[in-house]
Structure formats: structure tokens, C-alpha cells
């Protein structure tokens, strides 16, 4: 029987309780569960033809405020043996696509950029109060009511994944569409890419082509000897590629 | 923006503007103040006792000040609180709070209760009205000045004092962690950061309280204890000369060393940094004050030329030092992670991160510790005696 005395103690813990699981539960699929996941992204250099479908996706899907990017894509023009000064543009983050090359000859190629849902993450590792966090199921979030604004996770991303958002003043970046793939769904970049040059991979699930994938060709990270653990594995990746 | 070559779209805009320059600037003259104060407490180098005093108010007019451009930073400043009640272990950046209460709570004001309390509570007793308020709250209900009290002032004093160097240390070198950690930016990541940081920080501390105890003997129309000051010039040259040697040290490195990295920076101290690096920084913020100081112990110079030598070293000092914490600040950001580009740094006048909030901020400390030298008299007792 509960008493006067036990109510006491019970309502106060009731309530922190319920108001920690309308904080932490997560939007998801009533079968989806988080520990059997892992998600990373396959991103095809030799498929990408620049044509900016996915930040245009990215955009409307996650609202991304104008001049500010959550995925990108960089157009690559190597001329010979300087691998180390390739010629680099991305007007507007290629969302328009990509005016014609000025450059004849060498080598030309697109890079979709986006966050490489590091395992070991420089940005959450920095976040002052861990509002930059790994999701069981391998994806790296920002926790928008929880941020300071503080900047320190946006100077610790190797990969300029990270802008502070204008309006809302605290760190943002790509969640690998998390409302979305909690739900069965693909990310939106991946379901308008139109070549296939960029293919969500779930490494838990051993049916996923990945692993097929990863075994047969040749695949890199960006910036390998950070060891940030990087998800983001690029098929075909050229070195002059920073 | 201006940007030259390429830069990943989102690093275009800078994250740390120039009051995130502010910051490690006034840590640094807090760390380097008290520094200076240790020196006759622990090392009884009598010669600076003069401006212990003042040096420890100094400390913490500053610390006072030092989170505000952090405060006035954060996108979300109402935030600021979680990251007492909510640190993140893993982030440099969560410790900040805790290692500034130490050292505000634990050793600075510790310090300056125990080293004014006889003051106080003299003062509790003499003074009339809302002052005598003031003076018995600062007793915090302890007026036995006994011979006997105050020698466990004393000897309690020294081990805050004790406590207090490495407390000093470990703020600012704290500070050069943060920068020193970043492995993303290889302008930023070096082991050397925090020590580079810890004895510039003393440099421009001693710099700071030297030109104040010059400044403040001038105004209240005393002499300047010539013994002193020519000591704490000393000390500020061997610290100048370590500081000069790693900062050295690092650049040689980096050059020697040529890392991917170097084209850009080998760039920016061309370009974008030559003026607040090679000659803010180097040339009359580093050499010209050592090679000045350098002068002084070799050679006979006259008191009335050691005493503008003095106060225009001490300035160049201060200047060179801001303009060492504007290039690691701001010319970390400068150029992209890709390194295949440069942006620009703009600095508004009148904006939350401006000019004007950014020089209020170095003003401040100074306010402050006008009034704090009102409340706390820390001019020799013999000196204060003979103005009466």
C-alpha cells in the first residue's frame, strides 16, 4: 500500500522520470531497434556528375538555411603530377550544380561532401556539456536544445561539416536523415542522387551490398591519418582529395 | 568574404572572433600577475615586495573579467550554467568552470582576504557608516589580529601561495590546451600550446604589473622604487627570453618539418599574418623589448632613461602578446582545414563580438581595480604611513 510518506518520495522521482523519457525518446520505428544498426555512407567518386540533386534534398528535407551546408559537393580538376594543389571550386555548395570547367584536359571528377559520422569524433569529443552525441546505432547528432553555441565542436571537425545556424544560434551538421532511417527510410541525398554515387550502408546488417562492396574495391576515408574513425568511405578516392 | 582559392563552404565565416582573443589574453595577465606575486611570497625576491600587493589585486581585477567574452560569445548564453551542472568529461573546454572557481575562490581571493585581513578589520573598526559596513562584512566575522592570528595568516597565505603557482599554471596552460588539442588545425596542434601559453602569459603579467606600479607611483606622487622595478624588468627579460625560445622552437619546427600543412602557413605569415605576426609579435613586441631589457643588464643606464625604457618595454610587451593570441586565435581560422584556401577576418565596431565590446573588455579590469585599490589600499604601510 502506498503511503502519504511514500507518495512523498515517489511523485518527485515520477516526475524527473517522465520528463527524462520525453527527452530522450528518440523518433523512431515501433521495430526499429538502435543496437542492431550501425550506419555509415558509401560515396561513388566515379558515379557523382556534380548535378547538386543531393544538397538541394538535403536542403528542403532538413531545412538548411541559405549559405550554410549539412552535404556538399566539390568539383576536382587535377592537371598532372601536382597532386598536392589541385584546382578546387563549389559555388553555392554545388546546390545549382556546376558551370562549365574552365580547365581542358587532366583529370575531373565531383566529391559529395558531408559529416563522416566519425566513431571516434573529434566534435563530440570537445562538446562542452555532450550535446554533440554518438547514437547507439553509429550516427553523431547535435542536440539543439541542449547546445551553448560555443563553437569548439565546429573547430574540431577535420572536415568543415559543422556551421553555427544562423537563427537558431547553436551547432548544426548532417544527422545522416536520422528521422528518416529510424523509420526504414533512406537520407533524402541518397534517395535523389540519381547515379547512385551516394548509398547509405548499415554495417550491422550483414545483407547490406556494403560489405560485398568494401571487399572488392578499393576504398579510402578522408584524412586517414586523423583516425577519426570515419563512416564516409569513398569509393575511388584520388589523393590530391583533401 | 574575400576568400582566395578554396575553402569548404562552411568554413568561410570565422567561429572565434576577437573576443575569443580577449580571453587568453586576460587569463594570461591573471596567471602572469600572480606569478609575479609568488615570486616574493615563496622566493623571497624581497626586492618585488612592493608590488605584491598590487599584483594580486591586478589578478583579480582580470579574473573577474576573464569569462565575459566567453559569455558574450556563446551562441546560447543562457545556456552557460550546464557546463557546471552538466560537464562533458572528455572536453577541455567543460573544465574551464571548474579550474576558474579554483582559481578565483580557492587562491585569489583566499589570498587577498588573508594578506588585508589585519587592514580590515583596522579599517572595520575606524570607519563610520556604510564603509564600516563594507570592512565588517570583509572580515567575514574574524577580527582576532592577534600576533599569533596573523602568523597563521601568514604561514596559510604561503601555502595558498604554494598552491597557487601550479593553480596558475594549470588556468593558463589550460587555455593553451584548448588550442593545443585541436588536431583538426595544425596552426592550433602542438604539445608546446600550453607551455608557450603559461610564460607568455607570465611575460605579459609581469609586463602589466610593472607599468601599473609605475604608472601608480606617478600618479599618487611617489618615487619608484628603482631596485624593484629594475628586478622585475630582469625577471620579465629571462621569461621573455624562455617564452622568445619556445615560440622559436615551435616556428623552427614547423618549418624544418614542412607538413602538409606548411604552404599555408609559411602563406598566412607572408600575407595575411605579416603584420600582426612578424611585426607586432616578433619584431617590436619580442625583440625590441629583449634586446632593450638585453641593454639595460649589460650596459650603465641612467634611472630617468631605465624608467622610460621600462614603461615603453612594458607597453610594446603588452601589444606583442595580444598580437601572439590574435594569431593563434584568429590565424587558425584563416585558412581552410583543406588547405587550399584563405579567407578574411572583419571585424565589426558596434556588434556583440565587436571592437567596442572587446576594448570595454580590456578597460574593465582596469575599472575594477580602481575601485578594488580604494577598498584594499595595497601601497606599503610605511608609505601610506608618511602620507598621513
Not at chain 1, 166 to 172: C, G, L, N
Not at chain 2, 263 to 275: I, V
Not at chain 2, 338 to 350: A, E, M, P, R
Not at chain 2, 368 to 380: H, M, Q, R, S
Amino acid at each position: 500500500m502506498i503511503t502519504r510518506r511514500k507518495l512523498i518520495v515517489l511523485l518527485p522521482a515520477a516526475a524527473l522520470a517522465w520528463k527524462y523519457v520525453l527527452a530522450g525518446t528518440p523518433e523512431t520505428a515501433p521495430n526499429y531497434n538502435r543496437s542492431e544498426h550501425w550506419w555509415g555512407m558509401l560515396l561513388d567518386i566515379d558515379k557523382c556528375i556534380g548535378c547538386g540533386n543531393c544538397v538541394r534534398a538535403c536542403s528542403t528535407e532538413n531545412n538548411v538555411p541559405d549559405g550554410y551546408f549539412r552535404t556538399w559537393v566539390e568539383r576536382y580538376h587535377v592537371a598532372g603530377w601536382e597532386q598536392e594543389t589541385p584546382q578546387v571550386d563549389s559555388p553555392s555548395g554545388g546546390i545549382k550544380g556546376f558551370p562549365p570547367s574552365r580547365f581542358e584536359g587532366g583529370k575531373n571528377f565531383f566529391v559529395p561532401k558531408m559529416c563522416n559520422h566519425c566513431v571516434d569524433s573529434p566534435c563530440t569529443q570537445v562538446c562542452p556539456v555532450g550535446a554533440t552525441l554518438h547514437t547507439p546505432d553509429g550516427v553523431v547528432l547535435v542536440d539543439e536544445t541542449y547546445c551553448l553555441g560555443c563553437r569548439y565542436c565546429i573547430q574540431a571537425c577535420p572536415y568543415g561539416c559543422r556551421f553555427l545556424h544562423p537563427t537558431k544560434h547553436t551547432a548544426e551538421k548532417c544527422s545522416l536523415c536520422y528521422h528518416r532511417i529510424t523509420k526504414g527510410l533512406t537520407t533524402a541525398c541518397c534517395e535523389n542522387c540519381p547515379t547512385g554515387a551516394r548509398q547509405l550502408a548499415d554495417l550491422k546488417n550483414p545483407d547490406d551490398p556494403i560489405h560485398e562492396f568494401l571487399r572488392t574495391h578499393s576504398v579510402q576515408v578522408l584524412k586517414p591519418h586523423l583516425a577519426t574513425g570515419a563512416k564516409a568511405y569513398y569509393h575511388d578516392l584520388d589523393g590530391s582529395v583533401r | 568574404m574575400p576568400v582566395d582559392g578554396f575553402m569548404y563552404p562552411n568554413e568561410i565565416e570565422l567561429q572565434w572572433s576577437v573576443l575569443i582573443v580577449v580571453y587568453p589574453f586576460v587569463t594570461g595577465l591573471v596567471a602572469g600577475a600572480f606569478i609575479l606575486a609568488s615570486l616574493e611570497r615563496i622566493f623571497h625576491v624581497t626586492a618585488v615586495k612592493p608590488t605584491y600587493r598590487l599584483a594580486l589585486l591586478t589578478a583579480l581585477s582580470f579574473l573577474l573579467v576573464a569569462p565575459l567574452p566567453l559569455q558574450l560569445h556563446l551562441g546560447r548564453p543562457e545556456r552557460s550554467l550546464e557546463m557546471y551542472l552538466t560537464p562533458h568529461t572528455s572536453s577541455a573546454m567543460a573544465m574551464f568552470g571548474f579550474v576558474y572557481l579554483w582559481y578565483l575562490m580557492a587562491v585569489i581571493l583566499l589570498e587577498i582576504w588573508l594578506e588585508f585581513r589585519q587592514e580590515i578589520v583596522l579599517l572595520s573598526q575606524s570607519c563610520t557608516g556604510a564603509k564600516r559596513l563594507l570592512y565588517r562584512v570583509l572580515t567575514l566575522g574574524s577580527s582576532n589580529i592577534s600576533e599569533g592570528a596573523l602568523r597563521v595568516d601568514d604561514k596559510v597565505g604561503w601555502v595558498i601561495t604554494l598552491i597557487g603557482i601550479p593553480s596558475a599554471f594549470l588556468l593558463h596552460g589550460y587555455v593553451g590546451f584548448i588550442f593545443g588539442s585541436v588536431k583538426a588545425n595544425p596552426w592550433w596542434s602542438s604539445p608546446l600550446m600550453p607551455v608557450v601559453f603559461i610564460f607568455s602569459a607570465m611575460v605579459s603579467g609581469i609586463a602589466v604589473v610593472l607599468l601599473l606600479y609605475m604608472a601608480t607611483a606617478r600618479m599618487r606622487h611617489q618615487s619608484i622604487d628603482m631596485r624593484c622595478v629594475d628586478t622585475i624588468a630582469q625577471y620579465l627579460l629571462y621569461t621573455f627570453i624562455i617564452d622568445f625560445g619556445l615560440e622559436m622552437l615551435d616556428l623552427i619546427h614547423r618549418i624544418y618539418e614542412a607538413d602538409e600543412s606548411f604552404r599555408s602557413l609559411d602563406f598566412m605569415m607572408h600575407t595575411k599574418l605579416f603584420f600582426s605576426q612578424v611585426v607586432l609579435q616578433i619584431a617590436l613586441g619580442t625583440l625590441v623589448p629583449i634586446l632593450t631589457l638585453g641593454a639595460i643588464q649589460m650596459f650603465h643606464v641612467p634611472e630617468k632613461l631605465r624608467k622610460i625604457a621600462y614603461a615603453v618595454c612594458g607597453c610594446l610587451t603588452i601589444i606583442g602578446i595580444f598580437a601572439m593570441r590574435w594569431n593563434v586565435v584568429i590565424g587558425g581560422q584563416l585558412f581552410s582545414k583543406s588547405f587550399l584556401g584563405y579567407t578574411t577576418y572583419k571585424v565589426d565596431l558596434i556588434s556583440r563580438e565587436g571592437e567596442l565590446i572587446a576594448a570595454g573588455l580590456l578597460v574593465l579590469p582596469f575599472m575594477i581595480l580602481a575601485v578594488l585599490v580604494k577598498i584594499l589600499p595595497p601601497w606599503p604601510k610605511s608609505e601610506a604611513a608618511s602620507a598621513d
